[in-house]
C-alpha cells in the first residue's frame, strides 16, 4: 500500500518539524511519498516570516519528496490533487489557511477514488480575529465533508470537535502530538533551561 503526506517540511515553519518525524516514521512501515510546500502564505501575514532562517529544506530518507504546492499559485493545488499516488491520502491541517487549498486537492482526490485522513491541528483558530475564525468554520464545513477519517491530538479536541462539526466519533481518532526535537540532531538542555 502507498501512501501520500501532505504537509510541510523545514525550511517552512508551521508543522514542519511533526511532518518530518511523523512522515520519517510512517516511512519504515509503509510505501511512501511526501508533497510539500514552497509558501504557505504571504510573507508579511505571518508573525516573523514563514521561513526559519537557520533552516535549509529536508530530506526525507527513502521517501519520494515533491515541494509542489503554493498559496499563490491555483494551478499547483490542482496538480497536487492529480499527483498524489497513494491509496491513502494524509494531509495536515493547521490554519484556516490550509483549507483553501485543500477545499481544491480534496474533491481531486475524491473523485479519483483516494481515502483521505485529515489531522487537524488546531480545532479552532489561535487567533480571535472575527473573520479569521468565520472563515475557519465556512471552509472548514466544506473541506470536513470530504475527508474519510480524521486524527486529533487528545480526548478535549475530538469532543470539540464532534461538537463544532458534527462528525460522528467513530471517524476519528486521536493521535497524541509528542515532543518533537529539531530534525538532524540531539541538543542537550538542562531542566532549568527548558523550563524558561
Known sequence: MKVTFVGTLPPIKAISHYCYFLAGSLSKIVDMEFIGFKEIIPEFLYSGGTKEQNESNTHLKNVET?????WYNPLSWINTGLQCKGEIVHLQHWAYYSSV???????????????????IHNITPHTK????????RILNKILFS?????????????????KL????????FIVTHGTLKPYGRIIGVSKSTARE
Not at 101 to 119: A, D, H, N, Q, S
Open 66 to 70: 515533491k515541494i509542489l504546492i503554493s
Open 146 to 162: 470530504f475527508a474519510d477519517t480524521f486524527i486529533v491530538h487528545n480526548q478535549r479536541n475530538k469532543q470539540k470537535f464532534m
Open 101 to 119: 487549498f485543500y477545499c481544491v486537492i480534496l474533491p481531486i482526490l475524491k473523485i479519483r477514488g483516494k481515502k483521505i485522513v485529515l489531522t
Open 129 to 136: 480575529d472575527r473573520i479569521s475564525i468565520f472563515l475557519d
Open 165 to 172: 462539526y458534527n462528525v460522528k466519533e467513530n471517524r476519528i
